[in-house]
């Protein structure tokens, strides 16, 4: 067993004074003020918005790599094909990161990736066990499924 021996011992007390000097600015409410507690996220707007006609809906984005680089994308035209009654497609030209889980029970406007290149707007809400990587939600889905109707519909997805 070694023994501290004095300088050890302040470097240690130096360490331990500066890691508690980190926690409190942390907390404190010039941290909040400066929003120095948290990493920055990548993600400047949490906002992307899709036209189907003359409707258009706020979707507010999660923040995962695969959003990030959907919102590089945009302006997005796509033309979506209906599948089941419940949720619109497109295969995108080049994929996207995934982070896959299994929802269990998908929601009216869930804005999701199914793979690496098919995204998928849900008008109808259903359980699943399919694996998708979540983009966002719809804020108000409110009239969603009547301008996306029944049959394949262009879609613009923008950033204002």
């Given at each position: 067993m070694r023994i501290l021996d004095t300088d050890d011992?302040?470097?240690?007390?130096?360490a331990w004074l500066a890691t508690l000097m980190l926690l409190a600015l942390s907390v404190s409410p010039l941290a909040t003020a400066m929003d120095i507690s948290s990493p920055p996220t990548g993600m400047e707007n949490t906002t992307m918005w899709m036209t189907v006609g003359?409707?258009?809906?706020?979707?507010?984005l999660e923040d995962n790599p695969a959003t990030r680089e959907l919102v590089a994308r945009?302006?997005?035209n796509l033309d979506m094909t209906d599948l089941h009654n419940n949720e619109k497609y497109a295969t995108l030209?080049?994929?996207?990161?995934?982070?896959?889980?299994s929802p269990g029970t998908i929601q009216t406007g869930d804005l999701?990736?199914?793979g690496s290149d098919t995204l998928v707007i849900f008008y109808k809400t259903f359980t699943?066990?399919?694996?998708y990587s979540r983009l966002g939600h719809i804020d108000n889905s409110t009239g969603l499924a009547e301008a996306l109707g029944r049959k394949n519909v262009r879609v613009r997805f923008s950033a204002d």
């Amino acid at each position: 067993m070694r023994i501290l021996d004095t300088d050890d011992s302040q470097a240690w007390k130096g360490a331990w004074l500066a890691t508690l000097m980190l926690l409190a600015l942390s907390v404190s409410p010039l941290a909040t003020a400066m929003d120095i507690s948290s990493p920055p996220t990548g993600m400047e707007n949490t906002t992307m918005w899709m036209t189907v006609g003359e409707q258009r809906f706020a979707i507010s984005l999660e923040d995962n790599p695969a959003t990030r680089e959907l919102v590089a994308r945009v302006p997005l035209n796509l033309d979506m094909t209906d599948l089941h009654n419940n949720e619109k497609y497109a295969t995108l030209e080049q994929p996207l990161p995934t982070q896959e889980y299994s929802p269990g029970t998908i929601q009216t406007g869930d804005l999701l990736l199914y793979g690496s290149d098919t995204l998928v707007i849900f008008y109808k809400t259903f359980t699943s066990s399919y694996s998708y990587s979540r983009l966002g939600h719809i804020d108000n889905s409110t009239g969603l499924a009547e301008a996306l109707g029944r049959k394949n519909v262009r879609v613009r997805f923008s950033a204002d």
